[in-house]
C-alpha cells in the first residue's frame, strides 16, 4: 500500500530554474495539499485542492503553482527558483472534511537553490 | 487565526522514563482536531495520537496519551516508558472542523538517552 507517494527526494536548482514536484495517492482522498517546512519551524500550508480540477492558495504560495486533473495527482510547480524557496516540502491527502481529520503525509522532498 | 505553541525547542528523557511535552492553542471555535505528529530523521510524518475536542475523555495510544485542557486551550503529550526509537521531532497540530488547512506548531526535538 503506497499512500502518498513524492519525487524527486532530493533536488539542487539554481536561481531561476524551474522544477515540478511530483505527488500522487493512492487512497482515493479527495483532498490534497503541500506544505513546505524550513529549518527549525513547523510546516506552512502552500496551496491544497478540496478535488479534481478545484485548488486554492494556503498561507505561504507565493513562487508556486499547482493543478489537479485526477484525483490521484497534484503536482506543485515552482517557477523562477529563488534561495527562499530551500525548504522540505511535503505533500499530504485526507479524507474529505471531517472523518479522522487527520493528514496522511509523503515522505518530503528536500530542495535547495542555490 | 488559529495559531500553535510549542514552548519547549528541546527536551531530554532517559530511557524507560516519562516525558511531556507542551502544546498550546488559539482559537475561537468550538469543534476542531488536535495532533501529536512525530517526526524522526527519516522526515516521515507519523501521527501519534488524535483528540477530537468535544469529547472529554483523553486519548490514549499504548505508552501516549494526551492532557486536554479545552478551556486553558492545553494540549499535552506524555510519553511513557521512553523508548530510544521515540527519539524525534514532535509537531502539534490543530485542524478545525470541516476546513482544509491544518495548523502546526515549530516543533520539539526529544532526546532519549540510554
Known amino acids: 500500500n503506497a499512500g502518498v507517494t513524492q519525487t524527486p527526494k532530493f533536488r539542487i536548482l539554481k536561481i531561476g530554474q524551474s522544477m515540478t514536484l511530483q505527488c500522487t495517492q493512492d487512497?482515493?482522498?479527495?483532498?490534497m495539499y503541500w506544505y513546505r517546512q524550513d529549518p527549525g519551524m513547523g510546516l506552512k500550508l502552500i496551496y491544497y485542492s478540496v478535488g479534481a480540477g478545484i485548488t486554492d492558495k494556503g498561507e505561504v504560495p507565493n513562487g508556486y503553482n499547482v493543478s489537479r486533473s485526477t484525483t490521484e495527482d497534484f503536482p506543485l510547480r515552482l517557477e523562477l527558483a529563488a534561495p527562499s524557496q530551500t525548504s522540505v516540502y511535503f505533500c499530504?491527502?485526507?479524507?474529505?472534511?471531517?472523518?479522522?481529520?487527520?493528514?496522511?503525509f509523503g515522505e518530503g522532498s528536500r530542495l535547495t537553490v542555490l | 487565526a488559529q495559531t500553535v505553541t510549542q514552548s519547549q525547542p528541546e527536551m531530554s528523557v532517559q530511557e524507560a522514563e516519562t516525558v511531556t511535552l507542551s502544546c498550546t492553542y488559539d482559537t475561537s471555535e468550538s469543534d476542531y482536531y488536535l495532533f501529536w505528529y512525530k517526526q524522526p530523521p527519516s522526515r516521515q510524518m507519523i501521527l501519534v495520537i488524535r483528540?477530537?475536542?468535544?469529547?472529554?475523555q483523553n486519548a490514549t495510544e499504548n505508552r501516549f496519551s494526551v492532557n486536554f485542557q479545552k478551556a486553558a486551550k492545553s494540549f499535552s503529550l506524555k510519553i511513557s516508558d521512553s523508548q530510544l526509537g521515540d527519539a524525534a521531532m514532535y509537531f502539534c497540530a490543530y485542524r478545525r472542523y470541516n476546513n482544509n488547512d491544518m495548523r502546526f506548531g515549530a516543533g520539539t526535538r526529544l532526546t532519549v538517552k540510554p
Open positions: 487512497m482515493n482522498h479527495n483532498y
Open positions: 499530504a491527502s485526507s479524507y474529505k472534511r471531517g472523518n479522522t481529520g487527520e493528514l496522511f
Open positions: 483528540q477530537e475536542a468535544y469529547k472529554q
